[in-house]
């Protein structure tokens, strides 16, 4: 055994992960350091909410930017990995009233100052469980440097950007329509409204003109509503209605609801689409986003008929009282009743609600704080089109031109009390607003003292929008800022592309100063690389609801962290979601296996000393998987530099699955045995360390545990095969601090050739045996294989391995030239020659040729039925590409098992 411990029979991740992860954190490998002299490599982790629990989402995102971290460390860079969790303003907020509902308290009983204090000492008891949960997972953040988005720095920060955007005119205050949550009593931005499909109501209202002579007709889905018209609007261009323009038509309802008639004028606006509904649109200013903006260009009246708890207010006369719901059902009752009603029509139709809650949103005026956001998008479509930020995959990069081009101005308003208070302070005496970074003591307007700070809270996401900056220290400028921003990169899904990274890239490239060439270093990150979400295996979302979730915690709990992390890179693939199951993550609790047997077993053969490669008596076998080796380590280095992490995590499966374990630890166990010399034996032992001394490294930023494991127990620690300095405590041995391979090995390209010879032959061989029911273990007398001179050459000199491993007596090579063997026998195809097993005392051969007919005949039924599907006219013009595709392969793979069923018959007589 090379290490000074015994290595267990079996690997148990739950005995490896808390060692390493404590020896990691008690060495400071974790820890970023300023170091002018390497380069800087940095990611600000996506900070998940403070009231959340690690989901699947979570570790999938974190994976991708772990294995970046750590295998940046190892390329030689200074990296900074910064955590951190969101204050998540309505969430929180709403977490804690639910508590308190439970004691039969609201927030009102405990007032604004008792209630933010009681959710800052919930906070204290469960904010740090995510945090506990992303060090489970593996994550090497630089937890000295946590950050909270309330936290006094944050805090500072948001301040100071609210007051310079204020001067500057890019924040005002105006009465505007809001998206409104009754339930969680604020106003949602765009981005926090979620649409369904529900079954609605078209109404349609006669409008009696004032004169009494005619009406229009007005298709609504909201009736309770009619209290607030205050116009009709048609298409300037309407051949029906633009003769109408001008008339007066009385509102409905309001003779006999409110007691008084009401009068309306007809009015024309390009708003109106003529030939939806009856192409007479009724204007609700208060009540509806483009009734509002109607009501803006033509001066209306706003009057308000639904209040901010969802009921119908004042101005409904004899509804008030009456939620929404409820009014919508009297007001149809009395537009019948009073002969306003035409029909009604069952329809489906979008309808909002609160992303948090589910609560329907309600259109609300609403006096409500702003980002006029145009200028800020500016500079960030700017940003990317000049190259300073590259979007992966780059179809994203439409995505986000198409948002910012037609951005409306963003309400940052909320009204809550957990969160970034707005520091905007009111005089009573003289109303003016002073907006300060400190607490005014005063107006400095008018110098009074009875001044009072605006009651509304910023939307969480304008702090998470200077999270890239923020978290360094702005707006001093700070070592950390001069060194680590603009970050390398920033890695999340597309759901946030709004809410976030496009805030983020607004916010950086209006704050942030230019340091670098060509405009370089306002912008918050290099690259932005948008991964795939995670779906249930049947393409479903996870949701609770669904009881389809699976819990990365019990991932790690039943099968460790490494076989998580890996089975989610692995199965990602840009632009495409990943399909998850418990079973697909227990594959790579399997890999991990492979490698710990593959380990131990390598171990037991390795001497107490590596043994140098160099002159080393080395075989085709060896000479291939050194090959190979190599450009698995460039391939590697590429993919990640690509983020193609699902590719880089498959290859490192395939290397240390297929072509290590499977093949040379195989053909490695003569010489290991010594049945080959001690030269031959030393020279497959320095294979054995180059290897593995190779892929722990490489296989690190995927399974940072089970290789740290390994790394120390071959030794490598105390005998380096190249280390940088990663940072942390000096003399510190880890896999952390391994340099990233980067080998100069002879690529042997006859090996690879002569080895792809092999193992087709091998493989032939084996496929022969398992047709012939040979048991495992049964040596066969003899095989024949016809090749080209080529393939017969790089055989005869592994003639011995190929026995071997085949359980085979003899193999006998033959050139094409040769006669095919005579007699009973199962052949197979091997490139321009084949392969033969003579089975005359293999098996019963009638009984034989009885099932390979069965076979035949029912390749050929499957192959016609294929064929005659081809065949139909209609069948490739109107079915999807991959069925027909399908199909096609079905034919060539039946024809060639047809082609080989018949040789097999004819070879054996019939």
Same mark, same amino acid.
């Given at each position: 055994?090379?290490?000074?411990?015994?290595?267990?029979?079996?690997?148990?991740?739950?005995?490896?992960?808390?060692?390493?992860?404590?020896?990691?954190?008690?060495?400071?490998?974790?820890?970023?350091?300023?170091?002018?002299?390497?380069?800087?490599?940095?990611?600000?982790?996506?900070?998940?909410?403070?009231?959340?629990?690690?989901?699947?989402?979570?570790?999938?995102?974190?994976?991708?930017?772990?294995?970046?971290?750590?295998?940046?460390?190892?390329?030689?860079?200074?990296?900074?990995?910064?955590?951190?969790?969101?204050?998540?303003?309505?969430?929180?907020?709403?977490?804690?009233?639910?508590?308190?509902?439970?004691?039969?308290?609201?927030?009102?009983?405990?007032?604004?100052?008792?209630?933010?204090?009681?959710?800052?000492?919930?906070?204290?008891?469960?904010?740090?469980?995510?945090?506990?949960?992303?060090?489970?997972?593996?994550?090497?953040?630089?937890?000295?440097?946590?950050?909270?988005?309330?936290?006094?720095?944050?805090?500072?920060?948001?301040?100071?950007?609210?007051?310079?955007?204020?001067?500057?005119?890019?924040?005002?205050?105006?009465?505007?329509?809001?998206?409104?949550?009754?339930?969680?009593?604020?106003?949602?931005?765009?981005?926090?409204?979620?649409?369904?499909?529900?079954?609605?109501?078209?109404?349609?209202?006669?409008?009696?003109?004032?004169?009494?002579?005619?009406?229009?007709?007005?298709?609504?889905?909201?009736?309770?509503?009619?209290?607030?018209?205050?116009?009709?609007?048609?298409?300037?261009?309407?051949?029906?209605?633009?003769?109408?323009?001008?008339?007066?038509?009385?509102?409905?309802?309001?003779?006999?609801?409110?007691?008084?008639?009401?009068?309306?004028?007809?009015?024309?606006?390009?708003?109106?689409?003529?030939?939806?509904?009856?192409?007479?649109?009724?204007?609700?200013?208060?009540?509806?986003?483009?009734?509002?903006?109607?009501?803006?260009?033509?001066?209306?009246?706003?009057?308000?008929?639904?209040?901010?708890?969802?009921?119908?207010?004042?101005?409904?006369?004899?509804?008030?009282?009456?939620?929404?719901?409820?009014?919508?059902?009297?007001?149809?009752?009395?537009?019948?009743?009073?002969?306003?009603?035409?029909?009604?029509?069952?329809?489906?139709?979008?309808?909002?609600?609160?992303?948090?809650?589910?609560?329907?949103?309600?259109?609300?005026?609403?006096?409500?704080?702003?980002?006029?956001?145009?200028?800020?998008?500016?500079?960030?479509?700017?940003?990317?089109?000049?190259?300073?930020?590259?979007?992966?995959?780059?179809?994203?990069?439409?995505?986000?031109?198409?948002?910012?081009?037609?951005?409306?101005?963003?309400?940052?308003?909320?009204?809550?009390?957990?969160?970034?208070?707005?520091?905007?302070?009111?005089?009573?005496?003289?109303?003016?607003?002073?907006?300060?970074?400190?607490?005014?003591?005063?107006?400095?307007?008018?110098?009074?003292?009875?001044?009072?700070?605006?009651?509304?809270?910023?939307?969480?996401?304008?702090?998470?929008?200077?999270?890239?900056?923020?978290?360094?220290?702005?707006?001093?400028?700070?070592?950390?800022?001069?060194?680590?921003?603009?970050?390398?990169?920033?890695?999340?899904?597309?759901?946030?592309?709004?809410?976030?990274?496009?805030?983020?890239?607004?916010?950086?490239?209006?704050?942030?100063?230019?340091?670098?060439?060509?405009?370089?270093?306002?912008?918050?990150?290099?690259?932005?690389?948008?991964?795939?979400?995670?779906?249930?295996?049947?393409?479903?979302?996870?949701?609770?609801?669904?009881?389809?979730?699976?819990?990365?915690?019990?991932?790690?709990?039943?099968?460790?962290?490494?076989?998580?992390?890996?089975?989610?890179?692995?199965?990602?693939?840009?632009?495409?979601?990943?399909?998850?199951?418990?079973?697909?993550?227990?594959?790579?609790?399997?890999?991990?296996?492979?490698?710990?047997?593959?380990?131990?077993?390598?171990?037991?053969?390795?001497?107490?000393?590596?043994?140098?490669?160099?002159?080393?008596?080395?075989?085709?076998?060896?000479?291939?998987?050194?090959?190979?080796?190599?450009?698995?380590?460039?391939?590697?280095?590429?993919?990640?530099?690509?983020?193609?992490?699902?590719?880089?995590?498959?290859?490192?499966?395939?290397?240390? @699955?297929?072509? =290590?374990?499977?093949?040379?630890?195989?053909? +490695?166990?003569? #010489?290991? *045995?010594?049945?080959?010399? &001690? !030269? /031959?034996?030393?020279?497959?032992?320095?294979?054995?360390?180059?290897?593995?001394?190779?892929?722990?490294?490489?296989?690190?930023?995927?399974?940072?545990?089970?290789?740290?494991?390994?790394?120390?127990?071959?030794?490598?620690?105390?005998?380096?095969?190249?280390?940088?300095?990663?940072?942390?405590?000096?003399?510190?041995?880890?896999?952390?601090?391994?340099? @990233?391979?980067? =080998?100069?090995?002879?690529?042997?390209?006859? +090996?690879?050739? #002569?080895? *792809?010879?092999?193992?087709? &032959? !091998? /493989?032939?061989?084996?496929?022969?045996?398992?047709?012939?029911?040979?048991?495992?273990?049964?040596?066969?007398?003899?095989?024949?294989?016809?090749?080209?001179?080529?393939?017969?050459?790089?055989?005869?000199?592994?003639?011995?391995?190929?026995?071997?491993?085949?359980?085979?007596?003899?193999?006998?090579?033959?050139?094409?030239?040769?006669?095919?063997?005579?007699?009973?026998? =199962?052949?197979?195809?091997?490139?321009?020659?084949?392969?033969?097993?003579?089975?005359?005392?293999?098996?019963?051969?009638?009984?034989?040729?009885?099932?390979?007919?069965?076979?035949?005949?029912?390749?050929?039924?499957?192959?016609?039925?294929?064929?005659?599907?081809?065949?139909?006219?209609?069948?490739?013009?109107?079915?999807?590409?991959?069925?027909?595709?399908?199909?096609?392969?079905?034919?060539?793979?039946?024809?060639?098992?047809?082609?080989?069923?018949?040789?097999?018959?004819?070879?054996?007589?019939?």
């Amino acid at each position: 055994m090379r290490g000074n411990e015994e290595m267990a029979k079996g690997y148990d991740p739950k005995a490896i992960e808390e060692k390493w992860y404590s020896f990691w954190l008690e060495n400071g490998l974790f820890n970023a350091e300023i170091d002018v002299g390497r380069p800087a490599f940095s990611i600000v982790i996506p900070p998940p909410n403070v009231t959340g629990s690690l989901h699947m989402g979570h570790a999938f995102d974190h994976t991708l930017q772990d294995v970046m971290c750590r295998a940046r460390r190892m390329q030689g860079f200074s990296v900074l990995w910064l955590p951190g969790t969101d204050h998540a303003g309505i969430a929180t907020q709403n977490v804690v009233e639910k508590d308190l509902a439970a004691k039969g308290l609201s927030r009102h009983d405990l007032g604004r100052e008792a209630f933010v204090q009681k959710v800052w000492e919930w906070k204290k008891i469960y904010g740090d469980r995510i945090i506990a949960q992303m060090k489970k997972l593996g994550n090497s953040c630089d937890w000295r440097r946590e950050r909270f988005t309330l936290d006094d720095g944050l805090s500072r920060a948001v301040r100071a950007v609210f007051v310079r955007l204020y001067k500057k005119g890019l924040i005002y205050k105006g009465k505007y329509i809001v998206n409104w949550c009754s339930r969680c009593h604020t106003a949602l931005s765009d981005l926090e409204v979620e649409y369904d499909d529900r079954p609605g109501r078209f109404y349609y209202v006669r409008y009696p003109f004032e004169d009494g002579e005619g009406e229009v007709t007005v298709a609504t889905t909201r009736p309770e509503t009619i209290l607030g018209d205050v116009a009709i609007a048609v298409h300037p261009r309407s051949e029906k209605f633009r003769h109408l323009i001008g008339r007066k038509v009385r509102v409905p309802l309001t003779a006999f609801v409110l007691g008084e008639e009401r009068v309306i004028p007809i009015i024309e606006d390009n708003m109106v689409d003529p030939d939806f509904g009856t192409g007479c649109v009724k204007i609700t200013p208060a009540h509806d986003p483009n009734d509002f903006l109607v009501g803006q260009r033509h001066d209306l009246p706003q009057p308000q008929v639904i209040d901010d708890m969802g009921f119908m207010n004042e101005n409904a006369g004899r509804y008030k009282g009456l939620s929404v719901a409820d009014a919508r059902a009297e007001a149809a009752k009395d537009l019948e009743r009073g002969g306003f009603l035409i029909k009604t029509e069952d329809i489906t139709h979008s309808v909002g609600h609160c992303h948090r809650c589910g609560t329907t949103v309600e259109p609300y005026l609403s006096e409500q704080w702003f980002v006029r956001a145009k200028p800020l998008a500016d500079k960030g479509v700017a940003a990317v089109k000049d190259g300073l930020i590259r979007w992966i995959p780059a179809q994203w990069e439409k995505t986000y031109f198409q948002w910012m081009e037609n951005i409306r101005d963003w309400c940052i308003s909320r009204q809550l009390w957990w969160g970034h208070r707005i520091p905007a302070w009111t005089c009573p005496d003289c109303g003016h607003v002073t907006v300060s970074e400190s607490d005014p003591t005063e107006c400095e307007e008018c110098g009074g003292k009875n001044i009072s700070q605006d009651e509304d809270v910023l939307d969480t996401w304008f702090s998470s929008a200077l999270w890239p900056f923020s978290t360094m220290g702005w707006p001093d400028d700070t070592p950390e800022l001069r060194y680590f921003y603009p970050t390398s990169l920033m890695v999340t899904g597309f759901d946030i592309i709004f809410f976030w990274v496009a805030r983020m890239i607004m916010m950086g490239m209006e704050f942030m100063p230019a340091r670098g060439e060509a405009g370089r270093g306002s912008e918050p990150f290099r690259d932005v690389y948008i991964h795939s979400l995670i779906r249930d295996e049947h393409g479903q979302k996870m949701s609770k609801s669904k009881g389809n979730v699976i819990d990365p915690l019990d991932m790690i709990d039943k099968y460790g962290a490494d076989a998580l992390r890996t089975g989610l890179a692995a199965l990602s693939s840009q632009g495409r979601d990943i399909l998850l199951s418990a079973s697909k993550i227990e594959t790579y609790r399997f890999f991990m296996n492979k490698l710990w047997n593959a380990a131990r077993f390598a171990l037991m053969n390795l001497g107490e000393k590596p043994v140098p490669i160099a002159g080393a008596d080395l075989r085709m076998h060896d000479r291939w998987i050194l090959s190979t080796l190599q450009d698995v380590a460039e391939s590697e280095t590429r993919m990640l530099d690509e983020y193609d992490f699902g590719a880089a995590a498959r290859l490192l499966y395939d290397f240390i @699955w297929g072509d =290590l374990c499977d093949w040379y630890l195989e053909m +490695a166990k003569p #010489a290991l *045995r010594g049945e080959e010399g &001690a !030269a /031959r034996q030393d020279a497959t032992r320095a294979v054995l360390d180059q290897v593995f001394a190779t892929i722990l490294p490489l296989l690190h930023p995927f399974a940072p545990f089970i290789t740290e494991e390994l790394w120390h127990l071959f030794g490598y620690s105390e005998n380096a095969v190249g280390v940088v300095d990663a940072g942390g405590a000096e003399g510190v041995s880890s896999i952390m601090r391994a340099a @990233w391979p980067k =080998l100069k090995l002879m690529h042997d390209d006859d +090996a690879v050739s #002569a080895m *792809r010879s092999f193992q087709e &032959a !091998a /493989r032939a061989i084996r496929n022969l045996r398992a047709e012939a029911h040979v048991p495992p273990q049964q040596l066969v007398n003899e095989v024949v294989v016809r090749a080209p001179d080529g393939v017969i050459s790089a055989l005869s000199d592994s003639l011995a391995l190929l026995c071997s491993l085949c359980r085979v007596r003899a193999v006998v090579l033959k050139p094409l030239s040769a006669p095919k063997h005579e007699g009973a026998c =199962l052949s197979s195809s091997l490139g321009e020659g084949d392969v033969s097993l003579p089975v005359g005392g293999l098996l019963d051969v009638p009984t034989e040729i009885a099932r390979l007919e069965r076979e035949l005949a029912e390749a050929e039924r499957t192959v016609a039925a294929s064929r005659a599907r081809l065949e139909k006219p209609d069948f490739a013009a109107r079915a999807p590409a991959e069925v027909v595709e399908k199909e096609r392969a079905r034919v060539a793979t039946g024809e060639a098992q047809i082609a080989r069923i018949s040789e097999n018959l004819k070879s054996l007589g019939k």
